[in-house]
Nanobody, 117 residues
Framework: QVQLVESGGGLVQAGGSLRLSCAAS?????MGWYRQAPGKQRELVAV???????NYADSVKGRFTISRDNARNTVYLQMNSLKPEDTAVYYC??????????????WGQGTQVTVSS
């Protein structure tokens, strides 16, 4: 199995910054971040492959940056210009190929990000 360990969440005022980290126990091609706010479904924040391909939610483009350290099997999320609506539990995600045309998702335990006005 793959284990994911997140860190870096906390409380910050609007306009501030946080940096999240996620370390995987194995090398995974695709890693990223999702978030879930109270009363809402989990949504994609950002994803990055080991080759450098990225995808961001429209709501965070220009403010968040995802990066990877492939040697350490670690993915980061630099969050700048934070807004109260960014408040959520952030989950690290790792996806790897399984069989023909299939995939398996692994999730971290989540880290709370709270942005105050």
């Amino acid at each position: 199995q793959v284990q994911l360990v997140e860190s870096g969440g906390g409380l910050v005022q609007a306009g501030g910054s946080l940096r999240l980290s996620c370390a995987a126990s194995l090398s995974i091609n695709t890693m990223g971040w999702y978030r879930q706010a109270p009363g809402k479904q989990r949504e994609l924040v950002a994803v990055r492959t080991s080759g450098g391909s990225t995808n961001y939610a429209d709501s965070v483009k220009g403010r968040f940056t995802i990066s990877r350290d492939n040697a350490r099997n670690t993915v980061y999320l630099q969050m700048n210009s934070l807004k109260p609506e960014d408040t959520a539990v952030y989950y690290c995600n790792a996806r790897r190929r399984s069989g023909v045309g299939g995939c398996v998702d692994y999730w971290g335990q989540g880290t709370q990000v709270t942005v105050s006005s």
